[in-house]
């Protein structure tokens, strides 16, 4: 299985933004849709946002209009840019296949706080 490697989260203050990124080892994103996923504290993982290999789009009802996923497959990277973050998008923020493999990576750690 091709390993996704997530990074660009950190501290920011409500109203703020990041870019998170989803790197692979392999051409997984030539093939797969892919989406992103975050895990509050003490919550489930939940369903983010995905964009297919056509570069079609969905997200979450709770990002709608605030973030945006796009993809390069020549760099094999998926992004989310995300803006206007809110506390309760505080997180781990993880890329994986859409639906989603059983295997996860680390994921990368946004906190939305003043």
């Known amino acids: 299985q091709v390993p996704l490697v997530e990074s660009g989260g950190g501290l920011v203050q409500p109203g703020g933004s990041l870019r998170l990124s989803c790197v692979a080892s392999?051409?997984?994103?030539?093939?797969?849709?892919v989406g992103w996923y975050r895990q509050a504290p003490g919550k489930q993982r939940e369903f983010v946002a995905y964009?297919?290999?056509?570069?079609?789009?969905a997200y979450a009802d709770s990002v709608k209009g605030r973030f945006t996923i796009s993809r390069d497959n020549a760099k094999n990277a998926v992004y989310l840019q995300m803006n206007s973050l809110k506390p309760e998008d505080t997180g781990v923020y993880y890329c994986?296949?859409?639906?989603?493999?059983?295997?996860w990576g680390q994921g990368t750690q946004v906190t939305v706080s003043s």
């Open positions: 994986n296949a859409y639906p989603p493999r059983p295997v």
């Open positions: 392999g051409s997984i994103f030539s093939v797969y849709a």
């Open positions: 964009i297919t290999t056509t570069a079609a789009t």
